[in-house]
C-alpha cells in the first residue's frame, strides 16, 4: 500500500482542524472580548531507509540519508491574546483592561472564572454581575438610589446617591493575571480556568505592576481580523483540495499496478 494515501489523509484530517477553528473565529467575530485561536501543526515520525551519515562506501557517507515522512498532526490549538479594538458604549458600567490582566467572576459551581468581556450590570438586588448573572469578585453592590456611577483607571468604584454631591467609594475591582495566559482553559461564555500550564492566578491592581488600566464606558471587541481569517480559510480549502487530490492519484497508482500482468 502506498504511504501517500495515510500520509494525505493526515494533511486532510489537520485542514479539517484548521478549517474547525477558523471557523469558531469568524462566528465569534462580534463576541465582546473573544481571543482568536490559531491551530499549530507538527510532523509525524520518519520512516528511516539509510542514516544520514551512514557509510555508502570506502571512505564515503552519505550526505543526506533517506527518510520519508509519514504525514502530520495537530499539535496544539493555541489562543491569541492580543487586545481587541475598544467599542465605546457609555455605560459607566462597561469596562476594558487595557493591557494585561483578566476580570474575576463566581461561577455557580463555586469556582471562579476569569473574562475579558467587560460588559456588566446591576441585578435585582445592585449587585455587580455579568451578562450571565455571575457576580463580580470582590461583590460590589450599587446603593438604592444612585444617581451616578464611576469606575476608575484604578478600579475604584465610585457612586453619587439621590441629590447628594458627596462621592462615595463602594468597592475595588482587581484584577487577575497568569505567566501563560494560553494555558488556560476556555469553558464558554467568554469564561476561563487556570490549568497547570497557566499557573496560578496572580492578583494585582489595574495599571500597578505591568497590569492593563481599566477604561470605563467601553468594552473590548474580538481580536479576529476578518481579512486574515478569510485568507486563512482559502489557505485551508486549498490544502484540504489538494491533500485529496494526493489521493486520488495514489490511487490511480494502484490500479496500475493491478493491472500488470
Not at 76 to 102: C, H, R, S, W, Y
Not at 130 to 141: A, E, M, V
Not at 153 to 162: L, M, T
Not at 221 to 232: F, K, P, R, T
Amino acid at each position: 500500500m502506498l504511504r501517500s494515501l495515510t500520509t494525505a489523509a493526515t494533511g486532510m484530517q489537520a485542514q479539517q482542524q484548521n478549517m474547525d477553528t477558523i471557523a469558531n473565529n469568524l462566528a465569534n467575530v462580534s463576541t465582546s472580548g473573544f481571543k482568536r485561536s490559531r491551530a499549530e501543526f507538527e510532523d509525524l515520525l520518519y520512516q528511516t531507509q539509510k542514516e544520514p551519515g551512514a557509510a555508502s562506501g570506502l571512505n564515503a557517507v552519505s550526505p543526506t540519508g533517506v527518510q520519508t515522512g509519514l504525514g502530520v498532526k495537530t499539535a496544539a490549538v493555541q489562543k491569541d491574546f492580543e487586545v481587541g479594538a475598544a467599542k465605546i458604549t457609555n455605560n459607566p458600567l462597561d469596562m476594558m483592561i487595557e493591557g494585561p490582566g483578566f476580570f474575576p467572576i463566581q461561577i455557580a459551581d463555586g469556582q471562579v472564572g476569569y473574562t475579558r468581556d467587560g460588559q456588566f450590570k446591576p441585578n435585582a438586588n445592585g449587585v455587580i454581575v455579568d451578562k450571565n448573572g455571575n457576580s463580580l469578585i470582590p461583590q460590589i453592590t450599587i446603593p438604592q438610589g444612585t444617581t451616578g456611577i464611576d469606575v476608575g483607571a484604578d478600579g475604584k468604584v465610585s457612586v453619587v446617591v439621590g441629590n447628594n454631591k458627596d462621592i462615595q467609594n463602594i468597592g475595588q475591582i482587581n484584577t487577575f493575571n497568569f505567566i501563560n495566559p494560553a494555558g488556560l482553559k476556555a469553558l464558554g461564555k467568554n469564561l476561563f480556568a487556570p490549568t497547570g500550564s497557566s499557573g496560578q492566578p496572580q492578583q494585582g491592581t489595574p495599571g500597578q505592576g505591568g497590569f492593563g488600566e481599566i477604561a470605563s464606558k467601553q468594552v473590548e471587541g474580538s481580536n479576529v481580523n476578518i481579512v486574515d481569517e478569510m485568507v486563512n480559510m482559502i489557505t485551508a480549502q486549498r490544502s484540504y483540495e489538494t491533500n485529496s487530490k494526493v489521493i486520488q492519484a495514489s490511487d490511480q497508482m494502484l490500479q496500475y499496478m493491478n493491472q500488470l500482468k
